[in-house]
């Protein structure tokens, strides 16, 4: 995609700019993954030209969730010459005074073609400057409740990570890397994005031991992205599972595709992949905490702790008692 077309009148620099707004309490892992992506794409191809910065409600050091501090370069005055606003925010909602000179920015940017991105919890700055008004969203689940009641307009979701229209959100924690993969295979295309995942996908091995034990029947090179999501959506809602139909939905599929791609890539339907996930994370649960087995059913999503016990002897051959004494 020609920067020109995507950017249209944003004022133009010797590379287009990106700018990340942190605020005090801001996840340094969504930032660190987000700018290190960033860094990544333009390490792999010359095409990739960034200029990233970071700003804040004033200029200097802003302290992250865990302490440590990064430099804010510049103040909010830069947002609308921006081209990607990526928001990184805390859990408590970051001061009044910058609401305004934040959401005017945010505003600009987007209305002139440029990309608004929100990460985590800075999803509620999207919301609080109307650019998620009639889009769906997706929403960290210490948020939920909050921004439902508060921005009725909005369909706020679990999904990893959701774009539209330039307006991009994401839960956080491995949805960041997906989210940052689908904004640079639109923003420079599909090979760029490929190139980047392949370099980061966490840890080869314990992705591939972790996909053959659900049954995985191909290379973990061969799984189709759409899969992928799927199966991030699974595990960001083990203990509360999601319908097949709202599943399929959220990575874009109809649910005959999906049962298609889980066929031939585990030999099963979607519904029993969801299964095998689910009681793997309880067999986990089983092997390293001295929870109840109700407690771990729950946290399986399961109501009845006999149901659990049937399924988990099902895949496993064992009752979950045996399967922890044994252990």
């Known amino acids: 995609m020609i920067l020109t077309k995507l950017f249209g009148i944003l004022p133009m620099f010797d590379a287009p700019r990106a700018v990340f707004v942190v605020h005090e309490g801001f996840s340094l892992f969504g930032y660190g993954v987000a700018r290190d992506l960033i860094r990544m794409a333009a390490d792999a191809s010359e095409t990739v030209k960034l200029d990233v910065v970071t700003a804040s409600a004033t200029a200097g ?8 501090a990064v430099v804010a370069d ?89 774009l539209d229209q330039r307006v991009a959100t994401t839960v956080g924690g491995d949805g960041v890397t997906d989210m940052m993969l689908e904004l640079l295979s639109q923003s420079y295309g599909d090979g760029i994005a490929e190139n980047v995942r392949r370099a980061v996908m966490l840890k080869p091995g314990r992705s591939v031991s972790l996909l053959a034990s659900v049954g995985l ?19 960001h809602s083990i203990a509360a599972p999601m319908s097949l139909d709202y599943m399929a939905r959220a990575i874009a599929v109809s649910p005959r595709t999906l049962a298609r791609l889980t066929h031939h890539s585990f030999g099963c339907a979607p519904g029993e992949l969801s299964t095998r996930i689910r009681l793997n994370c309880a067999a986990d649960l089983l092997r390293t905490t001295s929870k109840s087995i109700q407690d771990i059913a729950e946290a399986s999503g399961y109501r009845s702790a006999a149901h659990f016990s049937e399924s988990f002897n099902k895949r496993f051959s064992v009752r979950p008692g045996k399967f922890r004494s044994v252990r």
Not at 96 to 113: K, P, Q, V
Not at 217 to 235: A, F, P, V
């Open 217 to 235: 029947q191909c290379s973990i090179d061969e799984l189709d992205t759409r899969l992928s999501r799927y199966i991030q959506i699974i595990e």
């Open 74 to 162: 510049c103040d909010l005055s830069v947002l609308p010459q921006a081209h990607y606003v990526f928001i990184c925010s805390s859990r408590k909602q970051h001061p009044d005074e910058d609401d305004d000179a934040l959401a005017r920015g945010l505003r600009y940017c987007h209305r002139h073609g440029g990309w608004v991105i929100g990460l985590g919890t800075g999803v509620s700055a999207l919301a609080q400057a109307g650019l998620l008004t009639g889009r769906r969203a997706a929403a960290h689940p210490a948020q939920l409740s909050l921004l439902q009641s508060k921005f009725s307009k909005t369909v706020f979701t679990f999904a990893p990570y959701i």
């Open 61 to 68: 050091q802003v302290k992250s969730s865990c302490g440590a």
